[in-house]
């Protein structure tokens, strides 16, 4: 069974630091597609990254940048120079390949406050 | 395009009436998925429809929750005689097809029940 594991339930961080969220994942399948959403407190969810399990090539978006290291399953998500509208909860989440069924497996989420 | 629609977006039923939950995808997608979050918790699969079928309704509790997906029409997810335990934010999310792991969520509906 799939499984998706967020240690960090809380970080407050100083305005203008960097911050790094961590997720580790378990699978058995070889191929899986990973994810990292974006809950804001008005409480909709943003999509922010998607990754399939071939492709383990870090990615840089702006002041995002996520690390996927399939060594230790793990898909860390880092933001540079925060800025108080990045305070939100960050889920991690991974989908399957089974019979077209794509559901998605969430971890318990980090709640990140950014303090001015 | 809009995006995936859900309404209402804030419900409040008494204990032991019924919650409809509607979920209309994106134009084009033929297949919906329904995740419930409880508070501060991450979210939760429930039930994955494509067209008149359901295809996986694993995460679903086995009484008082039903879900549907007509040819025509929103997708609704139904709770029966709710309890305070219903409370939660159900998110529904849409894909155009399999093999794509593409999954457009909705701003979800925030179902309190007094």
């Known amino acids: ?116 | 395009n809009a995006g995936v629609m859900q309404n209402p977006r804030h419900l409040v039923r008494r204990r032991g009436q019924e919650a409809r939950l509607r979920c209309s995808p994106m134009k084009g997608h033929s297949h919906v998925y329904w995740y419930r979050q409880l508070p501060e918790e991450g979210l939760k699969f429930m039930v994955y429809l494509q067209k008149e079928n359901i295809i996986d309704e694993s995460g679903m509790p086995k009484e008082r929750f039903s879900a549907e997906f007509p040819k025509e029409g929103p997708s609704i997810l139904r709770i029966q005689q709710v309890v305070r335990g219903d409370s939660a934010a159900y998110f529904c999310a849409s894909s155009p097809t399999s093999f794509r792991h593409e999954q457009y969520f909705g701003p979800g509906t925030r179902l309190t029940v007094t």
């Open chain 1, 1 to 116: 069974a799939q499984k998706v594991t967020q240690a960090q339930t809380e970080i407050s961080v100083v305005e203008k630091e960097d911050v790094t969220l961590d997720c580790v994942y378990e699978t058995r399948d070889t191929t899986y597609y990973l994810f990292w959403y974006k809950q804001p407190p008005s409480g909709e969810l943003v999509f922010l990254i998607r990754r399939n399990s071939f492709d383990e090539q870090n990615e840089i978006s702006g002041r995002y940048s996520w690390n996927f290291q399939k060594s230790t399953s793990s898909f860390n998500f880092t933001i540079t120079a925060s800025q108080v509208v990045d305070s939100a909860v960050y889920f991690c989440a991974l989908s399957e390949q089974s019979f077209g069924n794509e559901k998605l497996t969430f971890g318990t989420g980090t709640r990140l406050t950014i303090i001015p």
